[in-house]
């Protein structure tokens, strides 16, 4: 098992190996699907990868796979399979389990409910399990919400917007706040990667900054990623701007208790609002501004900052009174 001594590059595969999916340079996943026959040399690589990523304390989204592949299997072949990857990698701690991807293109929702209680049921350490969707369902668009009441369902996935840059700041922060109604986590999951071309529309690191606060700000969670990491793997993508300023949220969130917090922008004329009310309050101004907060339900007296979400530095602002509208 990879310690994590070794450089991270010893596990990254070249592009032609990336392409030739689901292979890897042990050669493909299966010797024969049809006969049920897995490649051992295809685990002994991936065993390192997960190994790897464990050794830096990296959580693992684990994807049995793509929804247009599960239909290929009988109940009786997928249960096997999904089975065996529990017995294999599910004693790793930081990892999760997402039964396919895009499961709304294609695949019944009743048998993702029998997957999904196979997985409750057979990994011994509990780990999360949820399902990631596409954009398929136009009543649940970009959102796994549909599995919200089945017992082996932990969280909410959302791929949203779809496509990307086609939806507003307003309409990305509202989705989250829509989908947290069932009292668990939402992750956007994909909400486009730094540096891609979305025919015509490129996600710059300003917009990867801007997503990401209008996530979170609305009570959800996130997951980066750039164009150099879905298919090929390029090194210098640790070092870009969107990856400096995702880093900034996280410092800036270790800083009190956010989980204290839900969303209110009723709170304010301007941007996105976290709020535990008469106590403290979070508020996102994407293109800046000035904001009206109304404290007139609040008691006291409120000190201030601004934060510099693209500097990761802080400013001074007056401290306000409570008992009405605060101009700041």
Known sequence: VHTGSAPLNEFLPDSSV?????????????????????????????????AYLDSVQMAIGFFITWAQHFTSFTREEFE??????????????????????????????????????????RDPYGHLISNHPDNADPDNPGTSRIFHDQ??????????????????????????ITDRIY????????????????????????????????IVTAGG????????????VDLSIL???????????????QTFNWWEMNPDNNKVDNG??????NSEYVIYLPEGGTVQVDFTNDTGYFSAQWYNPKEGTYDNAPVAEAGGVRSY
């Open 18 to 50: 990336l392409q030739k999916f689901p292979e890897n340079e042990g050669g493909p996943l299966w010797f024969s699907q049809t006969d049920q026959q897995l490649n051992p040399g295809f685990f002994e690589w991936a065993d390192k990868r997960i």
């Open 80 to 121: 096997r399979l999904e089975r065996y990857f529990i017995a294999r990698y599910g004693a790793y701690p930081l990892l999760y389990w997402v039964i396919v991807g895009e499961f709304d293109e294609a695949g019944a929702i009743s048998e993702y409910n029998y997957h999904g209680g196979v997985i409750d049921d």
């Open 151 to 176: 017992q082996w369902f932990d969280f909410i996935i959302q791929q949203y917007p779809i496509p990307v840059g086609s939806k507003t700041l307003a309409e990305i922060n509202n989705h989250i």
């Open 183 to 214: 009292n668990m986590p939402v992750v956007n999951i994909e909400y486009g990667y730094e540096d891609k071309d979305y025919n015509g529309f490129l996600m710059t690191s300003d917009d990867i900054r801007k997503y990401a606060w209008s």
């Open 221 to 232: 969670f996130f997951s980066y990623g750039h164009d150099g990491s879905i298919r090929e």
């Open 239 to 253: 070092h870009t701007d969107g990856v400096t300023y995702i880093q900034h949220i996280y410092d800036f969130f």
């Open 272 to 277: 996105f609002c976290l709020a535990n009310p």
